[in-house]
C-alpha cells in the first residue's frame, strides 16, 4: 500500500516521503479499511513541528481519521462487516491506502454521505461531542465561551451548542470566520485581533459568569476563560495551539500564562478545569469513543449536526492542505483523498 510518512520534523515542504509500505497486519477485534482518503487535524501541524509529544517515533504514518470500505475483519468486530463504508478514528496510521482500526473506534456510514463531511465524525465531532456531552451536562440557556470557533472542532461545538438551545459566545481571527459564525448563528462572533475577547464578553454578559468555556488555545487564553467562568462553570481545556512555533521562550511564557491553581481555590469557587485527551479515550475507554462517534452520526442523520467541508485536497497537494491548515484561514474540515 502507499502511505505518506512523516520522516523529518520541521517544514511541511521536507516532512513527508509518499512511498510504498508493508500493510498494516490485523490484531483481533480490528478491521481493515481500504481508505477513500483522510482527515486533516490541528495535532498534525503539531506533530510534524515535532511539538506532539503522543506522536510515534519517526518514520511514522500520523492521521486519526479516515473514511472506506471494510476489507477484511479479524475476531469478534460487533456488527461490522467485509463491505461496510465506516468512518474510523486511527490514533496514527491515517495517512494511508490500508488502515487497521478496533472496531470500537468505527462508525457506520452510508454510501452515499459526503466523504468530506464524514472526515469530520471522528477526531473533531466526537471530541466535541465528548466535551460537550459526555464531561458536563449543559442546559438550555446557559451561557458558553468556543474559542477557535470556526475550526473543526469548534464548528462542532458550535452546532452542538445552538441544538442545546446555549447563548454563545465564539472567538476566530478573520472577518470572513466572523461572518460563517453569524451564518450559523453564534449570537455573540469576536474577532480577537480586533478585539479582547475578555473584555468583550464582561461588556456584553456583565457580571454573570459563563456555564463553560471551551479552549484548545491554552496558556492566558485559558487563565482569561477561567476568570469569565461563574459558580457551577466548567473550563473544558483539550490543546494548546498557542505553544505553534514557539521557541523555547515562548513555551514557557505560554505554561506561565495558564496560572497557577489549588484544588481548594475549585472548592471556593465552585468552578472547575477539565482535561481531555480523545486518544487517551479512545486507548481506554473504547466504549466511551465509540458511544461518542455513534451518537454522532446519530446526529447527523437527525439533521441536528451537519459538518462543514472547508477544502478536499488530492494526495500529491499534501504539503499545500497542510499549509492551508497551519495558515488559519480553514473554516470546518480539511481532507486529502488518494
Ligand atoms: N484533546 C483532544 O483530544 C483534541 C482532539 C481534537 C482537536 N484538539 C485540539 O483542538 C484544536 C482544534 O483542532 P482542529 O483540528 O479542529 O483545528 P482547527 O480549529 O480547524 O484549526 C486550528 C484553528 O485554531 C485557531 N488558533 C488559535 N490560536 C492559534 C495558534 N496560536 N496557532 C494556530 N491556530 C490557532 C485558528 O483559528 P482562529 O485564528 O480563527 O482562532 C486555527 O484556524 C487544536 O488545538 C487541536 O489540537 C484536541
Not at 104 to 120: E, H, P, S, T, W
Not at 139 to 150: N, P, R, S, T
Amino acid at each position: 500500500m502507499k502511505a505518506a510518512v512523516l520522516t523529518k520534523f520541521g517544514a511541511i515542504e521536507n516532512a513527508f516521503e509518499i512511498k510504498e509500505v508493508p500493510n498494516p497486519i490485523l490484531k483481533e477485534g480490528q478491521v481493515m479499511i481500504k481508505t477513500e482518503g483522510f482527515g486533516l487535524n490541528f495535532a498534525d501541524i503539531m506533530a510534524i513541528q515535532g511539538d506532539y509529544k503522543d506522536c510515534p517515533p519517526l518514520p511514522a504514518i500520523i492521521g486519526y481519521d479516515v473514511v472506506g470500505e471494510i476489507v477484511e475483519t479479524k475476531g469478534d468486530c460487533g456488527s461490522l462487516k467485509v463491505g461496510d463504508r465506516v468512518t474510523a478514528m486511527t490514533r496514527f496510521g491515517g495517512y494511508a491506502q490500508l488502515v487497521a482500526s478496533e472496531n470500537l473506534a468505527c462508525a457506520k456510514i452510508k454510501k452515499d454521505y459526503a466523504v468530506g463531511k464524514a472526515m469530520a465524525f471522528t477526531t473533531q465531532y466526537s471530541t466535541a461531542y465528548y466535551c460537550f456531552n459526555e464531561v458536563q451536562n449543559l442546559h438550555k440557556g446557559d451561557k458558553v465561551l468556543i474559542h477557535a470557533a470556526a475550526g473543526g472542532v469548534g464548528t462542532a461545538l458550535v452546532q452542538m451548542a445552538l441544538d442545546r438551545g446555549c447563548e454563545i459566545f465564539g472567538t476566530c481571527g478573520s472577518q470572513e470566520k466572523i461572518e460563517y459564525l453569524k451564518s450559523l448563528g453564534v449570537h455573540h462572533p469576536i474577532n480577537y485581533r480586533t478585539q479582547d475577547f475578555y473584555e468583550e464578553v464582561k461588556k456584553i454578559n456583565g457580571d454573570y459568569g459563563l456555564d463553560a468555556v471551551f479552549d484548545a488555545v491554552g496558556g492566558s487564553s485559558a487563565k482569561k476563560g477561567f476568570k469569565l467562568l461563574g459558580s457551577g462553570g466548567n473550563l473544558v481545556l483539550f490543546g494548546a495551539s498557542s505553544i505553534t512555533g514557539a521557541n523555547i521562550i515562548g513555551k514557557l511564557k505560554m505554561a506561565a500564562g495558564f496560572g497557577m491553581y489549588h484544588p481548594l481555590g475549585f472548592v471556593m469557587t465552585s468552578k472547575a478545569m477539565i482535561g481531555v485527551n480523545m486518544l487517551r479515550i479512545g486507548d481506554d475507554r473504547p466504549l466511551v469513543l465509540k458511544r461518542c462517534l455513534e451518537d454522532v452520526v446519530t446526529q447527523v442523520e437527525e439533521n441536528r449536526l451537519d459538518p462543514t467541508v472547508s477544502k478536499i485536497f488530492k494526495i500529491d497537494e499534501l504539503t499545500e492542505a497542510l499549509n492551508y491548515l497551519r495558515s488559519r484561514k480553514s473554516i470546518g474540515k480539511v481532507s486529502v483523498l488518494w
